[in-house]
C-alpha cells in the first residue's frame, strides 16, 4: 500500500508535524510492506511565496501560523484555492477587517503601515495560492498513492481541504483521510458531511483508528463500523460516524517519531534562512489537574483528558536516539502538563546525561524552587507555567489552582534560574471586576525584572471547554466566529458544528480596562530588558541590586535579624499575621509594620488576596557582585562612593 501524509500551510515551519511522524512511524510497525511518504508541504509554501514575493518573510507566516490564529486570515486566505474562486468574499472580509473596519474600532491604518503591507500581502496570497495548492496536489498525485492522509490543527484546515479537492480532481480514485485536532467531535462530523471529497475523518487519537482503517480498505462495510471514531459512508453514500473509544491511547503503544523527511526538507528550503529547526517529541498526554479540575477556558484534549505518560527508560531513549540521529539539540514537549514524578526519574538521568539539551515543557505553576532547579539541570530552558493571571479571585473564576502569588514565586524562581517563562495575561471571565486588574496593574512596575507576558487577550470561547459545554458558566449566547462565515460557504448550523472557536457576548472588564491593562503590558515589556532586582547573601547580610526604572535605588543591604527573617519567610506567600507572629516568637516583638512599608515602597514586595512574597531574584554570579560591588566601592573617592541604603529608616531598623 502506498501512503502519503501531508502538511500544510500554515503549519508551524519551525519544527515537524509530531502527528504525522507518529502516524509513519506506527503504520510501518504495523504495515512493513507499506510504502509512506510525508510530505511538508508548508516548507514548500515557503519557497513557493518567497519566490514570488521576496519580500515575505517569518514574522509575516507566524502570522498567518500564530497571530491571526483567533480570527481566521490564514484559512480565509485559502478559501480561494477551495472554492476556486481568486475572489472569494474578499467584500466581506474588507468589511470584517480592512481599513473602514479598523478605523470602526478606533485603529488607524496610515499609508505605508505595516498593516497596511500586511493587508495587501493577505489579498495577494488569496488572489494567488491556487497556484500553490494546485501545484502540492500533483506533485502528491505524481507519487501514485492510494492513502492520502492531512493532519489538521488550527489554521491548517482550508489548505488541507483545498488540496485534498484538487487531489481528488486530478485522481478520483485516490482516498483522502482527515485527521488531527480540528477534526474532534462535532467538528469531524460536519467536515465529513459537508465536503464529499474527504473520504474518510479519523476523530480521537489517531493511532487507535488508523491501523483499522487501513485494514478495513480491504475489507466490506462491517470492516469500517468496528473503527473507533471513524466518519465514513454507507452504500447510500450516507455520511456515518463511529463512537470514539472510550479507552485512551495506553502509554506503551506511543511509539517515537519519524522525522527524517522533515530534517531533510528544512535542509534544502528557505526556511533555514529564518530559524534554527527543532524537535518536537510527547512523554504524556491528558491532564492529570485537568482530570479533576478542567480550567474553564481550556478547550484542549477534546479526545480524552486522561493523563497517561511514557515510562522514563522509553522517554529518555526515545529522545536521546532522536536528538542523535538529527543532531538537534532544541526540542520541544508538547505534553499538556509535566509528569511529576519525572522530577525523581527522568529529568535527574538527563542531567547526568549532560546532553546539552534545551528543552521546552508545560508545568503546573505551583512548583517550587527545588523542584524547578531540577528542571533547569535536566535541560529544560524554557517553560510554559499556564499563569494567565496574577490576581487569585480570577484564577478561581479558571479554577486554575493556584494563586496570583505562586505565579509570581514561579517567575521569581525561573528568572532566578535563567529559564524563560512563557505565558500570557488573559481577561474577560464572567465574574471579574476592573478593580481585580487594576489593583495588579499598579504592582506591574514591581514586577518589571521578570519575564512579561507574551500576549494579553481577551478570553476566546473554545469548543470543549467547560464554558462551551455548560452555557451556565456565563457564557449562554455563543455562536461561530466571523471567519468561519468568511471562510466557508456553509449554512450557520453547519458553521457552528464545525467551529473550535466562538465569539460570545463580552464579560468580566471593559475595553477601558482591557486597553490599560495592555498599555502596562507593554511598558513592562519595554523596561524589562534593563531591569534587574537580585540579591546574595554575605556574612554581613544581605545585599540588593536594582535597576528597575519605577525605583530610584541601586542597592539595598539587609543587615538586621528582623529584615532576614522577613526576607527568607517572604520567599513563600505569607499573611502579615504569620509573619507577625513568628516576629513575635524569634524577636520578641510584631511590630514590622515599618519594615513592610518601606520595602513596599522599594518595590521588593508583591501583594495580593491578603498574601505577600518578595520578588528578588537569586543573584547567579554572587561571587562576582560581591567582586564587583567591592572593587567598585575602593576603586573610587570616598564622596563619588554611592550611599548602601539601608531596607528601612535609622529609627525602625531596631525594630
Given at each position: 500500500m502506498r501512503i502519503t501524509l501531508v502538511n500544510v500551510p500554515w503549519s508551524p515551519i519551525g519544527f515537524p508535524s509530531v502527528a504525522l511522524g507518529l502516524l509513519k512511524s506506527l503504520t510501518l510497525k504495523e504495515f512493513p510492506d507499506a510504502e509512506v511518504d510525508v510530505i511538508y508541504g508548508n516548507l514548500d509554501f515557503v519557497d513557493w511565496v518567497t519566490s514570488r514575493l521576496p519580500e515575505f518573510n517569518?514574522?509575516?507566516?507566524?502570522?498567518?501560523?500564530?497571530?491571526?490564529?483567533?480570527?481566521?486570515?490564514?484559512?480565509?486566505?485559502?478559501?480561494?484555492?477551495?472554492?476556486?474562486?481568486?475572489?472569494?468574499?474578499?467584500?466581506?472580509?474588507?468589511?470584517?477587517?480592512?481599513?473602514?473596519?479598523?478605523?470602526?474600532?478606533?485603529?488607524?491604518?496610515?499609508?505605508?503601515?505595516?498593516?497596511?503591507?500586511?493587508?495587501?500581502?493577505?489579498?495577494?496570497?488569496?488572489?494567488?495560492?491556487?497556484?500553490?495548492?494546485?501545484?502540492?496536489?500533483?506533485?502528491?498525485?505524481?507519487?501514485?498513492?492510494?492513502?492520502?492522509?492531512?493532519?489538521?490543527t488550527f489554521q491548517t484546515l482550508t489548505a488541507s481541504m483545498a488540496v485534498a479537492r484538487r487531489v481528488k480532481e486530478l485522481a478520483p480514485e485516490t482516498l483522502t483521510v482527515f485527521g488531527g485536532a480540528?477534526?474532534?467531535?462535532?467538528?469531524?462530523?460536519?467536515?465529513?458531511?459537508?465536503?464529499?471529497?474527504?473520504?474518510?475523518?479519523?476523530?480521537?487519537?489517531?493511532?487507535?483508528?488508523?491501523?483499522?482503517?487501513?485494514?478495513?480498505?480491504?475489507?466490506?462495510?462491517?470492516?469500517?463500523?468496528?473503527?473507533?471514531?471513524?466518519?465514513?459512508?454507507?452504500?447510500?453514500?450516507?455520511?456515518?460516524?463511529n463512537p470514539v473509544s472510550k479507552k485512551p491511547l495506553p502509554p506503551a503503544a506511543m511509539v517515537m517519531p519519524h522525522y527524517d523527511e522533515y530534517v531533510a526538507q528544512f535542509a534544502k528550503s528557505r526556511a533555514r534562512f529564518w530559524l534554527e529547526p527543532r524537535l518536537v517529541l510527547e512523554s504524556s498526554r491528558g491532564c492529570w489537574w485537568g482530570e479533576k479540575?478542567?480550567?474553564?477556558?481550556?478547550?484542549?484534549?477534546?479526545a480524552s483528558m486522561m493523563f497517561r505518560s511514557k515510562r522514563p527508560e522509553q522517554f529518555f531513549n526515545d529522545l536521546v536516539t532522536l536528538t542523535e540521529r538529527h543532531k538537534i539539540l532544541d526540542v520541544m514537549?508538547?505534553?499538556?502538563?509535566?509528569?511529576?514524578?519525572?522530577?525523581?526519574?527522568?529529568?535527574?538521568?538527563?542531567?547526568?546525561?549532560?546532553?546539552?539539551?534545551?528543552?521546552?515543557?508545560?508545568?503546573?505553576?505551583?512548583?517550587?524552587?527545588?523542584?524547578?532547579?531540577?528542571?533547569?539541570?535536566?535541560?529544560?530552558?524554557?517553560?510554559?507555567?499556564?499563569?494567565?493571571?496574577?490576581?487569585s479571585k480570577v484564577l478561581k473564576l479558571m479554577d486554575k489552582g493556584v494563586s496570583g502569588c505562586l505565579n509570581v514565586r514561579v517567575l521569581r524562581d525561573?528568572?532566578?534560574?535563567?529559564?524563560?517563562?512563557?505565558?500570557?495575561?488573559?481577561?474577560?471571565?464572567?465574574?471579574?471586576?476592573?478593580?481585580?486588574?487594576?489593583?495588579?496593574?499598579?504592582?506591574?512596575?514591581?514586577?518589571?525584572?521578570?519575564?512579561?507576558?507574551?500576549?494579553?487577550?481577551?478570553?476566546?470561547?473554545?469548543?470543549?471547554?467547560?464554558?462551551?459545554?455548560?452555557?451556565?458558566?456565563?457564557?449562554?449566547?455563543?455562536?461561530?466566529?466571523?471567519?468561519?462565515?468568511?471562510?466557508?460557504?456553509?449554512?450557520?448550523?453547519?458553521?457552528?458544528?464545525i467551529a473550535y472557536i466562538f465569539k460570545a457576548t463580552h464579560k468580566g472588564?471593559?475595553?477601558?480596562?482591557?486597553?490599560?491593562?495592555?498599555?502596562?503590558?507593554?511598558?513592562?515589556?519595554?523596561?524589562?530588558?534593563?531591569?534587574?532586582?537580585?540579591?546574595?547573601?554575605?556574612?554581613?547580610?544581605?545585599?540588593?541590586?536594582?535597576?528597575?526604572?519605577?525605583?530610584?535605588?541601586?542597592?539595598?543591604?539587609?543587615t538586621t535579624e528582623v529584615e532576614i527573617a522577613l526576607f527568607q519567610m517572604l520567599d513563600q506567600p505569607r499573611k502579615l499575621e504569620y509573619l507577625q507572629r513568628e516576629c513575635t516568637k524569634r524577636f520578641g516583638t510584631s511590630d514590622i509594620s515599618a519594615v513592610i512599608d518601606r520595602w513596599m515602597e522599594l518595590g521588593l514586595l508583591f501583594t495580593d488576596d491578603g498574601r505577600l512574597i518578595h520578588v528578588v531574584t537569586r543573584d547567579r554570579n554572587q561571587r562576582f557582585m560581591q567582586i564587583r560591588v567591592g572593587q567598585s566601592l575602593a576603586a573610587r573617592p570616598e564622596t563619588d562612593r554611592p550611599a548602601l541604603q539601608p531596607a528601612v529608616s535609622a529609627q525602625s531598623a531596631a525594630v
Open positions: 517569518y514574522e509575516d507566516y507566524r502570522y498567518y501560523d500564530l497571530e491571526s490564529c483567533y480570527i481566521g486570515t490564514g484559512d480565509w486566505v485559502f478559501s480561494s484555492a477551495l472554492y476556486h474562486d481568486p475572489k472569494w468574499k474578499v467584500p466581506e472580509f474588507l468589511e470584517q477587517f480592512g481599513p473602514r473596519s479598523q478605523a470602526d474600532h478606533g485603529q488607524e491604518l496610515a499609508h505605508g503601515t505595516s498593516e497596511e503591507r500586511r493587508m495587501q500581502t493577505t489579498l495577494w496570497l488569496h488572489e494567488h495560492v491556487e497556484e500553490f495548492t494546485d501545484e502540492l496536489a500533483r506533485r502528491i498525485v505524481a507519487g501514485r498513492p492510494e492513502v492520502v492522509g492531512f493532519t489538521t480540528n477534526c474532534e467531535g462535532s467538528m469531524g462530523e460536519a467536515l465529513h458531511r459537508n465536503f464529499d471529497f474527504v473520504d474518510y475523518v479519523v476523530r480521537g487519537e489517531g493511532e487507535l483508528a488508523w491501523p483499522g482503517l487501513l485494514r478495513a480498505l480491504d475489507g466490506d462495510e462491517a470492516s469500517f463500523k468496528a473503527v473507533p471514531g471513524l466518519c465514513w459512508r454507507d452504500g447510500a453514500d450516507t455520511s456515518v460516524h479540575h478542567h480550567c474553564t477556558f481550556c478547550g484542549l484534549n477534546g514537549i508538547v505534553d499538556n502538563i509535566l509528569d511529576m514524578s519525572y522530577l525523581d526519574s527522568l529529568l535527574p538521568r538527563l542531567a547526568e546525561a549532560d546532553l546539552d539539551l534545551r528543552l521546552m515543557y508545560e508545568m503546573k505553576a505551583n512548583m517550587k524552587y527545588e523542584q524547578l532547579e531540577i528542571i533547569a539541570k535536566g535541560g529544560v530552558v524554557c517553560v510554559q507555567p499556564g499563569i494567565e493571571s496574577l490576581n525561573a528568572e532566578s534560574l535563567g529559564l524563560t517563562v512563557a505565558w500570557a495575561y488573559l481577561y474577560g471571565f464572567p465574574g471579574e471586576t476592573d478593580e481585580d486588574y487594576s489593583q495588579i496593574i499598579e504592582q506591574f512596575p514591581v514586577l518589571h525584572h521578570l519575564e512579561p507576558a507574551g500576549g494579553d487577550d481577551r478570553l476566546a470561547v473554545q469548543r470543549f471547554a467547560p464554558y462551551f459545554e455548560n452555557p451556565s458558566l456565563g457564557f449562554d449566547e455563543r455562536w461561530a466566529a466571523p471567519q468561519y462565515g468568511l471562510t466557508y460557504d456553509l449554512p450557520e448550523k453547519e458553521l457552528f458544528d472588564i471593559g475595553n477601558e480596562m482591557a486597553w490599560t491593562l495592555r498599555s502596562s503590558m507593554n511598558e513592562w515589556r519595554d523596561a524589562h530588558w534593563h531591569s534587574q532586582l537580585s540579591y546574595f547573601e554575605t556574612d554581613e547580610g544581605i545585599t540588593l541590586t536594582n535597576t528597575r526604572p519605577g525605583f530610584d535605588w541601586d542597592v539595598v543591604q539587609l
